[in-house]
């Protein structure tokens, strides 16, 4: 399989993850936690280079970690107090791990901003498993997630667990944006999930409809960018953030 | 089957070390139209959420039936991607994990709860879209979709304007009629509800009373239950309740505007 092809692969299953999540970041408004976990790549990524193990196992265990550690301090404290308390935890824990493993500068270039063009063949069976379960995963959980985001005490009378649901949408969210790390970046994973999101919720008025054309727009949205930075040597995440932006603008257009 | 479809007896409630309710008791026939009425911070809230089951507490709560709840108020963004008729959906599974089968008995008790509520023509509107008196109508239909005995709402006219409240409370009264649900609503004003209430369960003080306006709302019978006096005095048709007289320090604070009917 030709190099540009696995690339194109790897965007296209990260995009179809973090767009199926993007949808329930607007339902949940859950924005901000979809700013702070991605950072918590920045510690796996560094945390992996330090002892020796794989990326991927640093991406997805700090991303779990980061998931479970932000659901329990939204039970003690604010929702935004306990997401900027973990933001910051986790960029500290990052910087260490980055400065004790030797690889400072590089590394923080590559984990904030991305380097799909790095990815290999190698990563495309992890990848496809994450871009693949987290949006079945989704699709199961689209009516308990959506009433619990809708009314957490409406879940409760029916026998729900909105608590659990929490937890599972920031296990899922975390998962979707610690693997799009490498192709987009800690900082702008957050574009690649929200402005598609954000866009399928003004163009649709269903919610699995919505997750579905967010799905579809951040894919698309992967591909121009990885076919803009192609013929430009300008980087995938500047498309990829500006892409999202002009996607939820042009969604804006659209009589109410 | 018993002819009541809620029976509460020597009920209390604790929160934050705080005893909120104390020993309350009382029963509430099937179809009937009751309200819940007490100033902010009485325990009205309380007393719905025990009835659900979401609060612990001692004593004994018995519900005949199947309970439909409407909360305070729900914070819908416009932009919100879900439909009036998506959000009554939920109310029959939206607890449950797994793919929702498209079928005609769902769609069906969908349609049937959004025609009881008279809010077939927005059902494919977004829900943030509309206005308060048609959420709290989606609201109502979310609860009524599995078809409950008794129907709480925790203050459901709190937002809404005097034509849209009575709007809601003449709805709720037909469904009482119609459908035989047992009502049990809180509201801090009484006015809107003056007009079709069977029963009052009047909470202050910790304590609760029920009976009918005529029974409650007394000035021996208030005065009993917030222990100090109380006048409950006439004027033009309506009732005052007011805190004051001997023993208050001569201060006369309005607790409730109400009328006899």
């Known amino acids: ?256 | 089957m018993s002819g009541l479809a809620l029976e509460v007896s020597e009920l209390s409630v604790a929160q934050g070390g705080r005893e909120v309710l104390r020993h309350i008791g009382f029963g509430l026939p099937r179809g009937a139209f009751c309200g819940l009425i007490g100033s902010n911070g009485a325990g009205k809230t309380t007393l719905l959420r025990a009835i659900l089951g979401l609060l612990p507490a001692q004593g004994r709560i018995q519900v005949n039936g199947l309970v439909g709840y409407v909360p305070q108020k729900i914070q819908l963004e416009p932009d919100l991607p879900v439909r009036a008729q998506d959000f009554v959906a939920l109310g029959l599974d939206g607890h449950k994990f797994g793919f929702a089968l498209p079928g005609a008995k769902r769609a069906a008790a969908v349609e049937a709860a959004l025609r009881a509520v008279e809010a077939e023509g927005f059902a494919r509107q977004r829900v943030g879209r509309l206005s308060g008196g048609q959420q709290q109508r989606v609201l109502i239909a979310h609860a009524l979709v599995r078809a409950p005995d008794l129907l709480l709402l925790d203050e459901p006219l709190a937002n809404l304007d005097i034509k849209a409240a009575a709007e809601i409370v003449a709805l709720l009264k037909r469904l009482c009629r119609e459908r035989g649900v047992t009502v049990l609503l809180s509201a801090h004003d009484m006015n809107p509800l003056l007009p079709v209430m069977d029963r009052i369960l009047y909470v202050a003080g910790g304590k609760a009373i029920c009976g009918t306006v005529r029974e409650v709302v007394r000035t021996e019978v208030l005065s009993a239950l917030y222990g100090h006096h109380i006048d409950v005095i006439g004027v033009h048709g309506r009732i005052l309740v007011v805190a004051g007289g001997e023993g208050h320090d001569h201060r006369h604070d309005l607790v409730h505007v109400t009328a006899i009917p």
């Open chain 1, 1 to 256: 399989m030709s190099y540009l092809v696995e690339i194109w692969m790897a965007a296209s299953l990260v995009a179809l993850a973090a767009g199926a999540a993007g949808a329930f970041v607007v339902i949940r408004r859950a924005g901000f936690a979809a700013h702070a976990l991605p950072m918590a790549a920045f510690p796996g990524a560094a945390a992996a280079a330090l002892f020796g193990f794989p990326l991927w196992v640093g991406l997805g265990g700090f991303a779990l970690g980061g998931a479970g550690l932000l659901a329990l301090m939204q039970r003690r404290a604010r929702r935004d107090s306990a997401t900027a308390l973990l933001l910051s935890v986790l960029l500290a824990v990052g910087a260490l791990c980055l400065s004790l493993s030797g690889h400072y500068a590089g590394s923080v270039y590559g984990l904030l901003f991305g380097q799909v063009f790095a990815l290999g063949g190698q990563d495309l069976p992890v990848l496809c498993v994450i871009g693949l379960c987290v949006p079945a995963m989704l699709w199961l959980g689209l009516r308990p997630l959506s009433l619990s985001a809708l009314s957490p005490e409406l879940m409760r009378v029916q026998g729900g667990r909105p608590d659990v649901m929490e937890f599972l949408f920031l296990a899922l969210l975390a998962l979707a944006a610690g693997f799009a790390v490498p192709v987009t970046g800690a900082l702008l994973v957050f574009s690649l999930m929200l402005g598609p999101g954000a866009a399928a919720a003004l163009l649709c008025a269903r919610p699995g409809g919505a997750m579905a054309l967010a799905m579809l727009f951040a894919v698309a949205l992967a591909w121009a960018a990885l076919a803009l930075a192609y013929v430009s040597n300008w980087p995938v995440g500047f498309f990829t953030g500006v892409g999202a932006a002009g996607l939820y603008l042009l969604a804006r257009l659209k009589p109410v």
